[in-house]
């Protein structure tokens, strides 16, 4: 069953369920990847399972979400895998930056059109067609699929539920990059990436979509108050603004006290884990 | 209430209690040393809790056990507090080995007796004296505490709730080295820290203190079936054999398909915070 692709790293016991670490020499970046996957016991047994997609943020990769965020404990009383994927093209070939804000480990889950980053960053079909498709074909999944994510993967997960429509029954985000093309982080990665063409920016921009009228699966966000990246970065207000003006089916929660980091997620990820169960069906 | 001696590094909201870091000149080892505390949110409304020590493995400092393991989820519900140290003392003036089990991150927590290590690696005082005192003046603790810990952390727990007769209310242990004089881990710890008196060595092994009568708390010890380091290093059945012989309160399980990760801490840490909060007045 598993795609001559696809090679299994690693594999361990986690909550009666696996925590895998998969390999495979993606099309669309032109580069090895590896990506991990939580299956539950219930997947183990055979059944097909809803699935929960995870982005990660800035400089990380498919490690920091597996290792810190408590997400098994939840997907295996639930019965979902979680499929985690890198946040950029690897390998030595591959264009680099020095900054944490660009290059590898942040590419901002855009297919870039510009030089030197067009040929290996196309993280948006990467993961919304080659992966997607992959893990279909290769796990015991049953194609329900919610999507999540935190910061720049936050930005990624509300973008492409946005423009997938159909796609995923439900989304979620811990502190997205909110409105991407009106702060620092956004114009850094989108000038690098996708050059100087405002309209082509909108299309990877959360709340630019929900203006426009896309359609939203339902939507809870969780922004910690003592988020060190909140005020210049992250527009919570803009993009509760836009979920109001567009009638979403949306829970945007300000969560007093918390910062940015996975002691963050970690305290909240039962409940996006939850939220999503309610939409999947298992 | 804080002692002039010690500085709080960072603080940041979990579970709605507090995990902070705190730096402070330690006496006993002669360098700045690193801890991690979290505080549940109970403490926080000015209530002293009980407390969980826990002594982390190889190669980590307080870090792994504090952002890996999905303990303060737990905590936070018992109302217990978890003293996270670090594992060997730090800094440059430091001696160190380029081995990734011995020296810095490999303190084994003993009084090491022989040079260059005895100026620094008085890690067994370090914990069970000055760091426990401190903790207790500066935080609002209750004074009943339990022990746990990982691998050389376990052996570390085992031995201090051994030798330390009425401090800990319980003990427990994933994958302990459990009978580190007879192991090649504890072999080469042993030889470097202590040198070739082997009656010294018998101090610091579990299954020796138990074979030797020493009273033991309750007890509670989980062993992954499909860990590395299970046939040749950790003695399991060993440590069993001795619990069964001298009568002690003693669970001992063997989990199967479980490595020695964190991935397997944390999908039993709620089975060990739950059975020390049994026998820890809140």
Redesign the interface.
């Given at each position: 069953m598993t795609p001559a692709n696809l090679k299994l790293v690693s594999s361990?016991?986690?909550?009666?369920g696996e925590?895998r670490r998969y390999e495979h020499v993606s099309q669309t970046l032109n580069c090895t990847m590896q990506f991990s996957v939580y299956l539950p016991p219930q997947a183990l047994r055979k059944d097909r399972v809803a699935s929960v997609l995870w982005l990660s943020g800035l400089t990380c990769n498919d490690e920091n979400f597996s290792?810190?965020a408590?997400a098994?404990?939840v997907a295996a009383q639930l019965g979902l895998a979680l499929i985690i994927p890198d946040t950029s093209p690897r390998g030595e070939q591959v264009a680099d930056d020095d900054a944490y804000d660009f290059g590898k480990g942040a590419g901002f889950y855009v297919n870039a059109t510009q030089q030197p980053w067009a040929k290996h960053y196309q993280m948006y079909d990467y993961i919304s067609k080659e992966l997607l498709n992959l893990v279909t074909d290769a796990l015991p999944l049953n194609g329900q699929m919610s999507i999540s994510g935190h910061s720049m993967g936050g930005h990624g997960a509300l973008v492409m539920a946005l423009r997938e429509t159909g796609r995923f029954a439900s989304v979620s985000a811990f502190a997205p990059i909110a409105h991407p093309t009106e702060c620092p982080w956004g114009h850094k990665a989108f000038t690098g990436y996708l050059g100087s063409d405002r309209e082509l920016w909108r299309e990877y921009d959360a709340v630019e979509l929900i203006r426009d009228g896309k359609k939203c699966p339902p939507l809870l966000v969780d922004q910690?108050g003592?988020d060190n990246f909140l005020a210049e970065q992250l527009n919570f207000t803009t993009l509760q603004e836009a979920a109001e003006k567009h009638d979403l089916i949306a829970q945007l929660r300000l969560q007093e006290?918390?910062?940015h980091?996975?002691?963050?997620i970690?305290?909240f990820i039962e409940d996006h884990l939850n939220f999503h169960k309610t939409y999947l069906k298992s």
């Open positions: 361990v016991r986690c909550f009666n925590q290792s810190k408590g098994q404990r910690g003592a006290g918390y910062d980091s996975y002691y963050f970690a305290s």
